[in-house]
Every structure is written in structure tokens, then in C-alpha cells.
């Protein structure tokens, strides 16, 4: 996933960024909607069947500074935004501050690389001493470890950017900051046409994970803004914790934040970054998002080659121990079928058995038939091979019909296999493993 900026827009990049990816992202918090308007219509116009998705700004306040500020250390700053300008060493908010821990001693500033020792605060404005030497470029990220978020406001933000942008030709909302799963239901309710990825970046969102990725179609890790709200001592854990609740629920995993900003400025990675990157590969991770390293830069191409290059050679061997599947028996029968060395066919409506599938992580790839347009969206966000099938017909399940959609769909369905394994739930009372039916070739085409 490429994130777009000035330089990655222009025709002569962007027709190479499409040779290796797909899915490209807009950070609603940057620029103004009149050229991400544009800028999503071009991408419409310039790339074939683009997966295009829009980050919404969250209720994590950012500077207002528009000019670069130079910091040093041991300097005192005031940040709040209750005034409009920033003078006397005072650094205006985009958003109000949260609820801060009383027993809070630091915050930090562009996703918690610049830190300052918490002087004093109240509900307004806090108080801070810098402990480096730094230049706070435009609208960085400011965050408050362990601190919590008002609700209703967040729901108020995300609401109001929607409204200003549901006819932007986009396919998926990313939703920054999010913390419980209230918000999720709602919007899922509002605009159905959407596929939501929620990025897990805070602490309330950590600890409300297992909630929040049940009712996402999609999880972002941001490692920069829940290192700064966790602590960098919980990284590792927190992270290795999600994935293992969301790839649980056969939902696509997301990484993001420093993948590759070394690249910014050399011409290799670092070897802690390609560890990262390997480390991302361990858990599941399905889709590596690049954001400075495409959005801000000429290199865009170079760094996206590079890392298409790696992940190609990179087997996905998905090491991580599935705490709730340890517990219980599969869906599966693996005695009767080897789904390590078949393909499978699914028919999924709202995506709850393509979930159960993926879930299992015990096939090669899936041949997905659906009649929902955004399921098939999310399946590209997946690194598994899914084949899809877009069909009008509505009751997909019923025996008959899905017959008659793998036979108009033969050539492709068994394309490179002489059978396959259909999963169907024609009767719901069943469990999953009694829908199992093996699909010749020679069955299909005479």
C-alpha cells in the first residue's frame, strides 16, 4: 500500500508505482480535499481497477505550526489549542487534548521521536521541557502515553470528514486513532459501501483490540503513534498481540510507519528495517504501507521496487501460535481433504466464511464468488491468492446457483487445477466441514 503525495501523483510515477502495487492510500490529515479530489479522479483515470483508500483524521491533535521550528534542549513550549497563533514559545493544537494520566512524566511530538519532560497541565494546555535538540516540522503528531480520547468528539470528526468526502470515487476509509467499537458500527451502518480499516495506534484501542477487530474488515498497525502512546518497553508485545487477534479472525493485518525511511535519504535499508519487515512477514502481515517513502519524495519507485523485490523472495511462513484456535477443533477435516495442495472455492456474501477460511490458514489459495462488491475490495488487501467471481445472483448459496456460476466461470476456476474444494453453507445448521465438496474438471468442461 503506497501512500500519494505531490511527487508519487505525477503521471511518469505513478504509472510505475502501478506496475507493482494496487492499493493506494491518501492521508486525509495532509493537504487540502480539493487536490485529493483531483488527485483520487487521476489515479481513476491513470490505473487500471485501483484499490483506493482515504485516512480520516483522527482525534490525536497535531501542531498548527506551518513553518519549520527549531527546538532546543531544555527549552520550555506551551502547546493547547485555545489560541490561534503560535507566539511566546506556544505551539497551537489542531484538536483538544485528551485525558491526560496524573502520573504522566513525558509527551512527545512526530510519532514520539522528539520527547519532552511534563512539566504541568490542565484541561487546555500542557507544559513541557524539550530533552534534544530538534526542528518540529509542519503538522506533526503529538502524543500523550496512555492517555484517553473523547468519544463523542472522535465520532463528530470521523462523521463530519465523511460527509465532506463520500463522493471522492473511494473504496476504503482508514480510521486513525479509533478506540472502541462504537464508532465502527456506526459508520458501517451509515455508508455500508465502504471497507473499514481500523489502525490500532493508542492505548485505549490496544486494550479494546479483540472488539474493534471484530467488527473492522481490516487492522493498521501504526508502530510509530502506539510506540509514543504505549511506551516503547510494549511495543514488541502489543504488536505481536494484535496480529494474533486479527489474523484469529482471518482479517487482513496492515504495518505502517517506518518501513523504509531509511530509504528516504540512502540508497540500501537498514538491517533493522529489513528485520521489521521480516518480522511483519512472521505474523501474517498482509500488506506493508508505505507513507514518506512514496509520498514526499522522487525515490518513490526505487523504495517500492525494492521492497516489492523483498517480499516476492520472502516465503510467508506465518509462525505466530493462534491463542484461540488452540482451544478448539478445526472446521476442517483434514482427514478427508488436502487443502495444503488445493484450491478452494468459496460462496460468502458478507465475508464471515471467507474470514473462517483464512482464518484456518490451511490452503494455497481461495476462488471467492460473491455478490458484494466491497468484499471483493478487501480481498485484495489480503497477500493469500484469492481469485474472485463477481456475480448478480442473490442467493448464492443455494446449490443450483452456485453450480451454474462455477459452470459459466469454468476456464478460469480451473485454470490451473483438475479439481477443486467447494465450501458452501446451503444448509446454515451444518458446520462447515459437512459442505465440503470435491469439483472435477471434467465435470465442468466437456
Known sequence: MVTLGPESIKEKNLKKLSKKTKIFRFNGSHGDLNWHKNSINFVRKSVVDPLIVMDIPGIKPRTNNTEKILIKKN???????????????????SNPLPAICKKQKQFSVADGNYSFKLLKFNSNELTGKSLSD??????????????????????????????????????????????????????????????????????????????????????????GDLCAEIGIDKLFESIEEISIVTKSNGKPLIMATENLETMLYKDNPSKSEIMSLGHANKIGTDCIMLSDETALTKKSFKITNWLYKFLKNLSQDISFKNLKSETKKSDFCEDNYSLKNSSVLVASCTGKTLNKLISEQKFNDIILITNNKKLINISKL?????????????????????????????????????????????????????????????????
Open 134 to 223: 530538534f526542528t518540529l516540522l509542519p503538522k506533526k503528531g503529538f502524543n500523550i502515553p496512555l492517555s484517553k480520547y473523547n468519544e463523542d468528539l472522535q465520532e463528530k470528526i470521523y462523521l463530519n470528514f465523511i460527509n465532506k468526502i463520500k463522493d471522492f470515487n473511494i473504496d476504503g476509509l482508514g480510521l486513525s486513532f479509533i478506540q472502541s467499537s462504537k464508532v465502527i458500527k456506526k459508520i458501517k451502518k451509515k455508508y455500508p459501501n465502504f471497507f473499514l480499516i481500523s489502525k490500532i495506534e493508542n492505548y485505549e484501542g490496544y486494550l479494546n483490540r479483540d472488539e474493534i477487530i471484530k467488527y473492522s474488515d481490516a487492522i493498521m498497525i501504526d508502530r
Open 75 to 93: 527549552e520550555t513550549f506551551h502547546f493547547g489549542n485555545k489560541k490561534t497563533s503560535i507566539q511566546n514559545r506556544y505551539i497551537n493544537l
Open 382 to 446: 489480503f497477500s493469500l491468492k484469492i481469485k474472485t467471481i463477481k456475480t448478480k445472483i442473490k442467493n448464492i448459496h443455494c446449490e443450483t446457483n452456485l453450480f451454474k456460476i462455477i459452470k459459466r466461470n469454468a476456464l478460469y476456476v480451473f485454470k490451473t487445477k483438475k479439481e477443486i474444494i467447494a465450501v458452501s453453507l446451503t444448509n446454515k445448521k451444518k458446520q462447515i466441514r459437512d459442505n465440503f465438496v470435491t469439483l472435477k474438471k471434467s465435470n465442468f468442461i466437456k
